[in-house]
């Protein structure tokens, strides 16, 4: 309100000056002066007035609706067509073709998503690197028990071995100890039968001498 430029005032001061007069041209500028403040405080006080009873009355609230209802905003809002809009644009972005179903974080990244994403890399490459670990432990337990069943195989086949070797050592002396008795039967048969023993032969020239 009251909004006046300086070329209206320079054409004010003009007119001014012709109808009034150089002598008391200062004196109409101070009252003009004062008399146009008055009016842009009057101005401003009508201004905060009026603004207060707005919100007292909720017209400030329903011009605004009525605004935003005019503009379309607010129908936007209500139907998520800004949502929509948004995501239509990201699909015809072609850094989104491959990633459908992945969700990006809009904007740069911030420092707190930086060191959590840092955060659950290193928690992947730790559950995997315990996973290799476990891993490689669980074959050193298959290798080292596939080991101590051989050497065990090895062992009861080394005593194996050894008892059948003594069976055949114990069945070698049995037949011969056999063989060393029928010999012996038999000579002893032989003597019984046969009465010129060499034995008897050697009596017989001793008690003849």
């Known amino acids: 309100m ?21 002598k008391d041209l200062p004196k109409m500028f101070r009252t003009l002066g004062q008399l146009v403040g008055k009016a842009r405080g009057m101005a401003r006080e009508f201004q905060r007035a009026m603004d207060a009873a707005a919100d007292e009355t909720g017209v400030k609230d ?89 050497a065990r195989n090895r062992k009861t086949a080394a005593l194996d071995a050894e008892r059948m070797k003594a069976a055949d050592r114990a069945a070698a002396a049995r037949q011969k100890a056999a063989e060393i008795r029928a010999r012996r039967e038999g000579d002893a048969a032989a003597k019984r039968d046969d009465p010129a023993a060499p034995g008897d032969t050697d009596k017989g020239r001793e008690a003849e001498t």
């Open 62 to 150: 329903v011009a605004r609706d009525l605004r935003d209802t005019a503009s379309g905003r607010k129908f936007k809002d209500e139907m998520g067509l800004d949502d929509l809009d948004r995501e239509m644009r990201d699909m015809g972005r072609p850094d989104q073709w491959g990633n459908e179903g992945a969700s990006k974080p809009k904007g740069p990244e911030t420092v707190a998503q930086r060191a959590a994403r840092k955060r659950a890399e290193r928690a992947a490459a730790k559950a995997e690197a315990d996973d290799d670990e476990a891993m490689a432990a669980e074959h050193d337990a298959e290798a080292a028990k596939g080991a101590d069943q051989a």
């Open 2 to 22: 009251l909004d006046i430029g300086w070329t209206e005032l320079l054409i004010i001061g003009v007119v001014a000056l012709i109808v009034v007069g150089p």
